[in-house]
T-cell receptor, first 114, second 111 residues
Framework: DAGVIQSPRHEVTEMGQEVTLRCKPISGHNSLFWYRQTMMRGLELLIYFNNNVPIDDSGMPEDRFSAKMPNASFSTLKIQPSEPRDSAVYFC????????????FGPGTRLTVL | LAKTTQPISMDSYEGQEVNITCSHNNIATNDYITWYQQFPSQGPRFIIQGYKTKVTNEVASLFIPADRKSSTLSLPRVSLSDTAVYYCLVGDSGGSYIPTFGRGTSLIVHP
């Protein structure tokens, strides 16, 4: 199994631009998580999908952030417009059925907003 | 959701055994204890999970006393490559709880 796949691995953009991060979960996993990690705030959960349905998006910072999961094998996290304070590493993780505490993380996307 | 408390940082030397203790005083009957490891520039990695007594795998051992109000992750004979952040999580594995990673314990292994 290839594990959780994220793209791009690195993204540098300018303030105000739209950013789209992509994730392919492990086949057979039915839960998907988006996290953001910074030195200041640690690892924060942004949104959690179960069976492609958003269950908890209370961690999404504001309306500039949106996430979709159109099918079981693909999810996107979009930031529009981006701001310098969005600079962070964004992780996607997936977990098997009935095991949300056993998560498999992708390699992350390092986002820099200038 | 059970709150966990673990040291912010620890230092050790190569070849030593490292024990990281996590407190979870209000753990519930159905809760499991799960530990993750995060190397620099990588995502966290599940390393071990347990409910009571002792669990051992190729990476670590997890000791859980009878009252389950704490747990200890034990890393035998650490090497430089064990330098990482270790997270303790508690929750109902069969439920839909969302793990809260917190800050974890930053372990630095010195030569």
């Amino acid at each position: 199994d290839a594990g959780v796949i994220q793209s791009p691995r690195h993204e540098v953009t300018e303030m105000g631009q739209e950013v789209t991060l992509r994730c392919k979960p492990i086949s057979g996993h039915n839960s998907l998580f988006w996290y953001r990690q910074t030195m200041m705030r640690g690892l924060e959960l942004l949104i959690y999908f179960n069976n492609n349905v958003p269950i908890d998006d209370s961690g999404m910072p504001e309306d500039r952030f949106s996430a979709k999961m159109p099918n079981a094998s693909f999810s996107t996290l979009k930031i529009q417009p981006s701001e310098p304070r969005d600079s962070a590493v964004y992780f996607c993780a997936s977990s098997p059925p009935r095991a949300t505490d056993t998560q498999y993380f992708g390699p992350g996307t390092r986002l820099t907003v200038l | 959701l059970a709150k966990t408390t673990q040291p912010i940082s620890m230092d050790s030397y190569e070849g030593q055994e490292v024990n990281i203790t996590c407190s979870h005083n209000n753990i519930a009957t159905n809760d499991y204890i799960t530990w993750y490891q995060q190397f620099p520039s990588q995502g966290p990695r599940f390393i071990i999970q347990g409910y009571k007594t002792k669990v051992t795998n190729e990476v670590a051992s997890l000791f859980i006393p009878a009252d389950r109000k704490s747990s200890t992750l034990s890393l035998p004979r650490v090497s430089l490559s064990d330098t990482a952040v270790y997270y303790c999580l508690v929750g109902d594995s069969g439920g839909s709880y969302i793990p809260t990673f917190g800050r974890g314990t930053s372990l630095i292994v010195h030569p």
